[in-house]
């Protein structure tokens, strides 16, 4: 499921020192070494953009607001950071990260040479490369232009992506997260119950959310009955009071994603009914080492004769952090079990067509025995 990314990104993106201090990435390095040295990679480059910066957050602290940006984290010697912004912005950039060389590379054609100086020599180096396939073909082509033969590249997606565990500091931040998107879900529903039209109730929840130090929110909305979501149209209009509220909204909070469905309705159906039930029997089943397939299965019965709503896209959760998606999609055909301090969105929903659809979600965090409940979607206002 996509939302739509702002044009501007707003919100503070400082450096947090005193939640996130520099031996927490001292202590990323390292394992990231680690890769380098099984692998007999001299640096790793790591790539982020404005629409997904997972790694290159989660290694530099930079969080890339507009373009892109790219760390060269070496196995020897110190990392730099070449950001796709002008010179006058490199003081304040420098702001977000523990990198002390910040480099700007808004003329990014002649950019990666000095760069790479530091690698000068006759033998071929490898490198790591973590989320190249995002990048654009031109900025692609003008760093491999650079490259030349000096080095040679090797996707190493899977092999960072292996350390990247979810450690203490980072369960904090998104347990932060959380409650920010739990309360903003709360005011999406309790504006609707008010009176306020889909829209203007999704506008209180993101209103609600950037007083609570939101850096991002992402917001979708129905206006057929909750049988599709769409971003604002700018109608604002009143509440239709036989027309049901099914929304969804997401928040990035100290770099951290949170998100939830709501859903609310005048009268009860069996639509919401089966929804709520498919979530429950998630729940139930809900435990270390428990086969994502199996999570799938038990929404999917829950909810029969109806299928899942389409706007999930076959999928009924995954995890959650840096990124709105971190991968580990519930999928029927999903081959991996939940582990221990993950941290997952359960997400479920049907339609009907005489009811419409309904959307419900849980927030959890995967323990030795069982889960944490986070939050769960606001609850639905049945008569």
């Given at each position: 499921m996509r939302t739509v990314h702002p044009c501007i990104v707003i919100g503070s993106y400082i450096w947090d020192q005193d939640r996130v201090p520099r031996d927490e990435f001292q202590a990323r390095t390292a394992d990231l070494n680690r890769v380098m040295d099984e692998n007999g990679w001299k640096a790793i480059l790591v790539y982020g953009d404005a629409a997904e910066h997972s790694a290159l957050a989660w290694f530099s602290a930079f969080t890339t607001r507009l373009r892109w940006g790219m760390a060269l984290l070496?196995?020897?010697g110190e990392p730099r950071?070449?950001?796709s912004m002008s010179s006058r912005d490199v003081p304040a950039m420098k702001l977000m990260t523990w990198i002390p060389d910040v480099l700007s590379g808004w003329n990014w054609e002649s950019a990666f040479d000095p760069w790479l100086a530091r690698f000068a020599g006759d033998a071929t180096l490898d490198f790591g490369t973590v989320a190249f396939e995002a990048m654009r073909p031109p900025l692609d082509a003008s760093l491999r232009k650079s490259l030349g033969h000096r080095f040679r590249l090797h996707a190493a997606d899977e092999a960072v992506a292996?350390?990247?565990t979810l450690r203490p500091r980072e369960r904090s931040q998104i347990h932060a997260a959380s409650s920010v998107v739990q309360t903003a879900a709360s005011a999406f529903i309790e504006s609707w119950r008010m009176g306020a039209g889909?829209?203007?109730?999704?506008l209180k929840a993101e209103h609600t959310a950037r007083m609570m130090a939101a850096q991002d929110v992402r917001t979708l909305m129905s206006f057929d009955g909750g049988?599709?979501?769409a971003p604002y149209r700018g109608e604002f209009a009143g509440r239709d009071p036989r027309a049901a509220l099914v929304g969804y909204i997401a928040v990035k909070h100290m770099g951290y994603w949170a998100d939830a469905f709501v859903t609310g309705v005048a009268r009860r159906n069996l639509t919401i009914e089966r929804t709520r039930a498919a979530l429950r029997a998630m729940l139930a089943l809900v435990r270390p080492d428990v086969a994502a397939s199996e999570l799938h299965a038990a929404a999917s019965k829950a909810l029969s004769p109806g299928a899942l709503h389409p706007v999930l896209g076959g999928s009924v959760g995954h995890r959650l952090g840096l990124s709105l998606s971190e991968g580990g999609e519930i999928r029927g055909d999903s081959q991996?079990?939940?582990?221990?301090?993950?941290?997952?969105?359960?997400?479920?929903?049907t339609c009907e067509d005489a009811d419409g659809g309904a959307l419900t979600s849980a927030m959890i965090e995967i323990k030795a025995k069982g889960y944490d409940l986070l939050h769960l979607s606001p609850a639905p206002d049945i008569r």
């Open positions: 070496p196995r020897e950071l070449l950001i292996a350390i990247r889909v829209e203007g109730a999704a049988r599709t979501l991996h079990q939940l582990k221990p301090g993950e941290i997952y969105t359960l997400q479920v929903g």
